[in-house]
């Protein structure tokens, strides 16, 4: 069983900086990519930012400029540096992984795995 454990999120003023960071622990064999969705009332959830292993990266256009994501491969777990913050910023973001678990007899198995989700508000 593979858990993503989220942390960082809570309450800034817009311009403010937040950091989340998330861990995965558990049966992974390898990790292909981890990033962080985010989903806002009445919106649905979209991709913030990505990070492939290889240390490729991936931005909303929105975050662009604003947003830096990491990962740590040996310590599996992928950060999001959050800057000058916007009230549209405001959102549960999850952390999510892609990766391969191995079974029994070599066969590889293609999973995915979600966190719980930390909030995130953008409000002066």
């Known amino acids: 069983q593979v858990q993503l454990v989220e942390s960082g999120g809570g309450l800034v003023q817009p311009g403010g900086s937040l950091r989340l960071s998330c861990v995965a622990s558990?049966?992974?064999?390898?990790?292909?990519?981890m990033g962080w969705y985010r989903q806002a009332p009445g919106k649905q959830r979209e991709l913030v930012a990505s990070?492939?292993?290889?240390?490729?990266?991936n931005y909303a256009d929105s975050v662009k400029g604003r947003f830096t994501i990491s990962r740590d491969n040996a310590k599996s777990t992928v950060s999001l540096q959050m800057n000058s913050l916007k009230p549209e910023d405001t959102a549960v973001y999850y952390c999510?992984?892609?990766?391969?678990?191995?079974?029994?007899?070599?066969?590889?198995?293609?999973?995915?795995?979600w966190g719980q989700g930390t909030l995130v508000t953008v409000s002066s």
């Open positions: 990070i492939t292993s290889g240390g490729s990266t």
């Open positions: 999510w992984l892609d990766y391969r678990r191995m079974l029994s007899g070599g066969l590889i198995q293609a999973l995915d795995a």
């Open positions: 558990g049966s992974i064999f390898s990790i292909y990519a």
